[in-house]
């Protein structure tokens, strides 16, 4: 079946440092990407949606030059974090559309913790 | 405008009781997919089942089994014997159907499972 793969699973750092979370479809082609952020006991809250090749759109409230979204291949798209702040501090995670299926595959996650 | 409703915020039973999840949704589209997701405490979501709008047919595999009733707009999620196994957050979620990529997921608000021994 499909796989996304989500790396790293956990990361620390500090505040104001960036940090990048990847995302790689490892056995089918993602045209869109879908990042989501949850807060503990909390839903799933979609930050935006990347598509190959063009720019992400975000929701509304997200502010798209602190989570900078990068979709330069079918493969890959990637999630910085920019000057990060103890309240960015949450689980990120990504998903694909497998348009074969109709079905969403997604990443096992990423716990941020900002100190 | 889309909606998932998931009424019950936690529910806590004891291990071989059976337990029933509600998701209520709401659309306008015709034509429509309904998602279970779960989520143990490690976070990754691992998918229940997807249903087709068109495919009201009633689902089981295994413990689990999931009643479609579009005249009620209910897509419910029924674990039989429980074990503390299926301790776990659980996700209903609605998308568009079609052949759209960007066609995005809409969450309810998760039902926290917990099995007691």
């Known amino acids: 079946g499909a796989v996304v793969s989500q790396h790293p699973s956990r990361v620390i750092c500090k505040s104001g440092t960036s940090v990048k979370i990847e995302c790689r479809s490892l056995?089918?082609?993602?045209?869109?990407m879908f990042w989501y952020r949850q807060f503990p006991k909390q839903s799933l809250m979609l930050m935006a949606t990347?598509?190959?090749?063009?720019?992400?759109?975000?929701e509304q409230g997200v502010e798209k030059d602190k989570f900078l979204i990068n979709h330069a291949s079918l493969t890959l798209s990637t999630l910085t974090v920019t000057s990060a702040h103890p309240e960015d501090s949450s689980f990120y995670i990504c998903?694909?559309?497998?348009?074969?299926?109709?079905?969403?595959?997604f990443g096992s996650g990423t716990r941020l913790t900002v100190v | 405008a889309q909606k998932v409703t998931q009424a019950q915020t936690e529910i806590s039973v004891v291990e071989k009781e059976d337990v029933t999840l509600d998701c209520v949704y709401e659309?306008?589209?015709?034509?429509?997919?309904l998602f279970w997701y779960k989520q143990p405490p490690s976070g990754e979501l691992v998918f229940l089942i997807r249903?087709?709008?068109?495919d009201e047919q009633n689902e089981i595999s295994g413990r689990y089994s999931w009643n479609f009733q579009k005249s009620t707009s209910s897509f419910n999620f029924t674990i039989t014997a429980s074990q503390v196994v299926d301790s776990a957050v659980y996700f209903c979620?609605?998308?568009?159907?079609?052949?759209?990529?960007?066609?995005?997921?809409?969450w309810g608000l998760g039902t926290s499972l917990a099995v007691n021994p």
């Open positions: 998903s694909a559309r497998d348009t074969r299926t109709y079905g969403y595959t």
């Open positions: 056995d089918f082609q993602a045209t869109t």
């Open positions: 990347s598509n190959e090749g063009s720019k992400a759109t975000y």
């Open positions: 659309t306008r589209d015709t034509t429509y997919y």
């Open positions: 249903r087709n709008s068109f």
């Open positions: 979620a609605l998308s568009e159907a079609g052949a759209g990529n960007n066609r995005k997921l809409i």
